[in-house]
């Protein structure tokens, strides 16, 4: 995976040399349950006590994302949110 920052500050990403979109590469690092942008990912030493502290919705929360059906929830969620607005478009065009 590459990375490619341009003019602008937006970035272009690249799989195996082949143009992707950032959701793309996003579904790549989920799908090896890879999420640099979950801190709770990999229970470092020393961090078991802030584990312990946590609340239930945390928890769960990590563990969806250790066992990789967030990524599945994510996109479900992604999918009822276009279908909602496809719907109102629906509503619209009829009234």
Known sequence: ??????????????????????????????????NVNNPHFLIMQGRITKVLNMKPVEVLGMLEEAAGTRMYEDKKRSAERVIDKKEGKVREVNE
């Open 1 to 34: 995976v590459t990375r490619q920052v341009v003019v602008g500050g937006r970035s272009k990403y690249f799989i195996n040399g082949s143009a992707a979109q950032a959701s793309r590469v996003q579904t790549l690092f989920h799908s090896v349950q890879l």
